[in-house]
């Protein structure tokens, strides 16, 4: 039988409850990247098994904007992903793409998988929530991790806020009708039990029981589908804390960097409460996050966020993008590494700049002292620089 199958309005389970949502079509969208969109069939059973009701689904995710994807777009950065769709970095290195590893799950089921481009920022995403809002009557945010609850500085290990935080603050500008679906709070190794206990609480979160039936389910399809292509760390981790019977996990996790085939890596220890992981939370989209800042690309969202408000380890990083007409890299180490391997790191990268792999870099000015003879240095957005080769 087809894992979705009892989503069907005629053969939901017969249970009743006090107002569960019916619509005609609803959409599931992933917040993060990653295997954010695979947790769409989560948020999906989960509901499902709440009592809610629709005839159909379709599920998204958001696509980087730091890689090529070959998914074909429809308009207001809107594409769909099939089954044979990859990306790749902007040199041509492949990277594995879960998002064509759900397409091929849903492709037997009549399920349309979207990818939402990020490279227009917050507004490019408004636009595309109302273009989609025209289709579809309920739109569900899908976040497993907690990352989208991010506080401030005072969360010192978030791994990568700036996916979740696009999407939350254009969702919010978009006005259009919705929820956000949260579960495995804690298990990407990026916000604390306490720090979540206290957002869920500040946003009158509803918490409602995972059933093991749900659970089970969700399992199955990740070691058949996702598991081979793209492991990930949240949906194990989620699956662990779900089923352990310590009332606390201790995970070491790890940041990562990249550049080129070089690979570096920070770790530091986590936390995670398994009773918060028991549940899964429905929220009201309108969360303050300080940086779902309204944004017309990556660069503006890094502006606003790493230099008006303070660095952090984000998926900006390190990253290549398209800025101004010009192939750039973010020459800005994660924090969670220690000076002596930011400036190794910086190094790496200025070397790829004097081999002309890109064509200029964007650094902080205290990252940039003593650069002065070898590059030429342009102060631009005030209080972040430009580098390039003098040639």
């Given at each position: ?6 989503f069907?309005?005629?053969i939901?389970p ?9 619509v005609?079509k ?17 948020a999906?059973?989960a509901?499902?098994d ?7 689904f ?9 890689h090529?994807?070959?998914?074909k777009?429809?308009g207001c950065g809107?594409s ?14 492949p ?8 397409a ?8 349309q998988v979207?990818?939402?481009s990020l490279a227009?920022?917050?507004v490019?995403l408004?636009e595309?929530?109302k273009?989609?809002?025209k ?14 609850f991010?506080?401030g ?5 978030i ?6 935080a696009?999407v ?6 978009s006005?259009v009708?919705?929820?956000l679906?949260e579960?495995g709070p804690?298990?990407d190794?990026?916000?604390?039990p306490?720090?979540l206990q206290?957002?869920?609480e500040?946003?009158d979160a509803?918490k409602?029981?995972?059933?093991a039936?749900?659970?089970?389910e969700?399992?199955s ?5 996702i598991?081979?292509v ?8 989620t699956?662990?804390a779900?089923?352990?019977?310590r009332?606390f996990?201790?995970?070491e996790y790890r940041?990562?960097a990249h550049?080129g ?11 995670i409460?398994?009773l ?7 929220v009201?989209?309108a969360?303050?996050n300080?940086?779902a800042v ?8 890094f ?10 380890s984000?998926e ?8 101004w ?5 973010f020459?800005t180490?994660?924090p969670?590494?220690s000076?002596?391997e930011?400036?190794?790191?910086i190094r790496?990268?200025?070397a790829n700049l004097?081999?002309h ?5 964007y650094?902080?000015p205290e990252?940039?002292?003593g650069l002065e003879?070898r ?5 631009i957005l005030?209080?972040l620089?430009?580098?390039r080769n003098?040639?």
């Amino acid at each position: 039988m087809c894992p979705l199958s009892y989503f069907l309005l005629d053969i939901l389970p017969a249970v009743c409850y006090s107002s569960p949502m019916r619509v005609n079509k609803i959409l599931f969208v992933g917040t993060g990247g990653g295997n954010d969109i695979f947790s769409t069939w989560l948020a999906g059973m989960a509901l499902a098994d709440l009592g809610w009701q629709w005839k159909e689904f379709a599920v998204a995710g958001v696509l980087s904007p730091f890689h090529d994807h070959s998914s074909k777009e429809h308009g207001c950065g809107i594409s769909t992903t099939e089954p044979q769709d990859t990306r790749s970095m902007f040199d041509g290195t492949p990277i594995k793409f879960v998002d064509a590893a759900v397409a091929a799950m849903c492709a037997d089921m009549g399920t349309q998988v979207y990818g939402l481009s990020l490279a227009r920022g917050t507004v490019g995403l408004v636009e595309a929530f109302k273009c989609l809002a025209k289709e579809y009557d309920y739109i569900v945010l899908v976040d497993v991790g907690g990352d989208i609850f991010y506080r401030g500085a005072q969360d010192q290990h978030i791994l990568s806020p700036m996916f979740d935080a696009m999407v939350l603050r254009a969702f919010i500008d978009s006005g259009v009708p919705g929820t956000l679906f949260e579960a495995g709070p804690g298990t990407d190794g990026e916000m604390e039990p306490d720090a979540l206990q206290e957002a869920l609480e500040r946003c009158d979160a509803r918490k409602y029981r995972l059933t093991a039936s749900v659970i089970e389910e969700w399992q199955s399809l990740y070691r058949q589908w996702i598991e081979p292509v793209r492991p990930g760390r949240t949906v194990p981790m989620t699956l662990e804390a779900y089923e352990s019977y310590r009332m606390f996990l201790k995970k070491e996790y790890r940041c990562r960097a990249h550049i080129g085939q070089y690979r570096a890596y920070t770790t530091f220890q986590q936390t995670i409460s398994t009773l918060l992981c028991q549940n899964f939370y429905l929220v009201e989209p309108a969360l303050w996050n300080p940086f779902a800042v309204a944004c017309d690309d990556p660069m503006d969202w890094f502006y606003k966020t790493q230099v008006q408000q303070h660095r952090t380890s984000n998926e900006a990083n390190l990253e290549y993008a398209h800025v101004w007409g010009e192939l750039a890299q973010f020459v800005t180490p994660s924090p969670m590494f220690s000076a002596d391997e930011q400036k190794d790191l910086i190094r790496r990268c200025l070397a790829n700049l004097e081999q002309h792999q890109y064509d200029c870099a964007y650094m902080f000015p205290e990252d940039c002292v003593g650069l002065e003879q070898r590059f030429a240095v342009d102060k631009i957005l005030s209080g972040l620089l430009c580098v390039r080769n003098k040639t």
